[in-house]
């Protein structure tokens, strides 16, 4: 009888110099939706609060404005890592449009922080450790669509904090955010 074993990803680690700490880079993306292309979407990204396997709290200052579609990396330290959450410095700003049927659209998500879904644990070593790579994927297949938007020909939409729509975006970012 075989039993199923965790699924464990090994990071590459960076040396230490001066300010620079032992971890890995890992980019950050906007999760894609066929219906929409963006055109830009960056965050500024206070801090990683981090809990390891064994219930310790780390703290990793961010302090960067992340462009969520190049990606920029946000560096993280080595450990085994159990929980993770993005606490952000400002809203999530994302414009795009409908390729297909027109339309454009302009988010200003105020999110405060998302809760980042883990496939159960995260371990980031030094190498020869290291074999795979993991990303920040924010918002989940479909978080916005442009039927959601409404979007059409000459129409233009913009998600701010009055929007009816924007606490919806804003749970979907916060809560289906995922590190895989």
């Known amino acids: 009888m075989t039993t199923a074993a965790p699924l464990w990803l090994y990071l590459t680690a960076l040396p230490s110099f001066g300010s620079i700490f032992i971890g890995h880079p890992v980019?950050?993306?906007?999760?894609?939706?066929?219906?929409v292309r963006y055109l830009a979407a960056e965050v500024d990204v206070d801090r990683l609060e981090?809990?390891?396997?064994n219930g310790n709290h780390v703290t990793k200052?961010?302090?960067?404005?992340?462009d969520l579609l190049s990606p920029d990396n946000i560096h993280v330290p080595q450990g085994d890592w159990c929980t993770a959450t993005m606490v952000l410095g400002g809203p999530i700003e994302v414009s795009g449009d409908d390729p297909v049927n027109g339309g454009q659209f302009s988010l200003k998500i105020g999110v405060g922080a998302i809760f980042l879904d883990l496939p159960a644990m995260v371990s980031i070593y030094q190498p020869p450790q290291t074999t795979a790579a993991t990303t920040f994927k924010l918002g989940s297949p479909g978080?916005?669509?442009s039927a959601m938007l409404?979007?059409?020909?000459?129409k233009t939409v913009v998600v701010d904090a009055v929007h009816p729509l924007?606490?919806?975006l804003r749970d979907s970012l916060r809560f289906t955010s995922r590190w895989e």
């Open 27 to 35: 980019p950050a993306l906007i999760e894609p939706h066929p219906s």
């Open 50 to 53: 981090l809990v390891d396997c």
């Open 61 to 66: 200052p961010v302090s960067s404005r992340v």
């Open 143 to 145: 978080w916005i669509t």
């Open 150 to 154: 409404a979007l059409g020909p000459g």
């Open 166 to 168: 924007h606490d919806q």
